[in-house]
């Protein structure tokens, strides 16, 4: 199970000189991750969704399952397999209507769209190109009579989609890849597309000291920063602690739109 080190700070050079002197293995992989940060930097300054999908280009073109952080196939399975048998566990039925904002390659988007009712999942990416993996993955497990709706978007702010038409909406490892501006921006609007008795999932890199991010890539954050972002736009936060007990190292928070007091 990965561990969650809540009190490390990663951007220190006593961090790093520590973690390259216990896995020298990774440096010449984090170097060059370090290279392409400093270039896709100067390309797009202020506009962090443009610098991420350019991240995920990359990303896909070498493999996509490693673009959504799986080491292997058969990660990529069980992380996939981790989060749909916990949202089914949590309320999650199959004539829900169904968001997931980040789907990727459907690492776990193939189960829920084989689970649910035939048109009930709707996935978003700012990625194209790793939507074009999504479909293969839809091919590959042949479920294309459940007509899966998948759609690339410039932001989250989901304006094309209808208010109130989600029961659930889900995002796994997008805030851990996000600055305060962009969660703050989803979780803005994502009252307006939930049912009053809908809930939104999300995970997070998870600290408890101060909140840092390595490069443009990875944020940590302290739980009750992003429970008081949710709280500005009316949504009721609960941190789920029974997530921490799976092999997963980041934390899950779920939001409530007021109504479901």
């Not at 270039?39 to 896909?60: E, I, K, Q, T």
Request: charged share 30%; glycine share 6%.
């Amino acid at each position: 199970m990965p561990r969650k080190n809540l009190t490390a700070n990663r951007t220190t050079l006593t961090h790093r000189v520590r973690y390259a002197a216990r896995h020298p293995d990774r440096v010449p992989r984090y170097l060059a991750r370090a290279g392409r940060d400093a270039w896709l930097r100067l390309r797009h300054p202020r506009d962090h969704v443009a610098y991420y999908r350019a991240v995920m280009r990359s990303d896909s073109a070498a493999d996509p399952e490693a673009a959504v952080g799986s080491k292997s196939h058969d990660r990529w399975l069980a992380l996939g397999k981790m989060q749909f048998d916990y949202l089914v566990e949590h309320g999650l039925r199959p004539g829900d209507r169904m968001l997931e904002i980040g789907c990727g390659n459907l690492r776990a988007g193939w189960r829920f769209i084989d689970y649910l009712e035939r048109g009930r999942y709707y996935g978003l990416d700012i990625s194209p190109d790793i939507l074009f993996a999504a479909q293969d993955t839809i091919v590959r497990h042949e479920l294309q009579d459940k007509l899966p709706r998948l759609t690339p978007v410039r932001d989250l702010t989901f304006a094309f989609l209808p208010a109130a038409h989600f029961r659930v909406v889900h995002a796994h490892s997008v805030f851990s890849h996000s600055p305060p501006d962009v969660i703050d921006e989803c979780l803005a609007h994502v009252g307006r597309v939930l049912r009053p008795d809908g809930w939104f999932d999300f995970t997070f890199d998870r600290t408890e000291t101060e909140e840092h991010h390595v490069l443009r890539e990875d944020f940590y954050y302290r739980t009750e920063t992003l429970v008081a972002l949710a709280e500005k736009h009316g949504l009721r936060a609960e941190f789920m602690a029974d997530w921490e007990k799976l092999p997963h190292g980041q934390s899950k928070i779920r939001v409530r739109p007021p109504a479901a007091a």
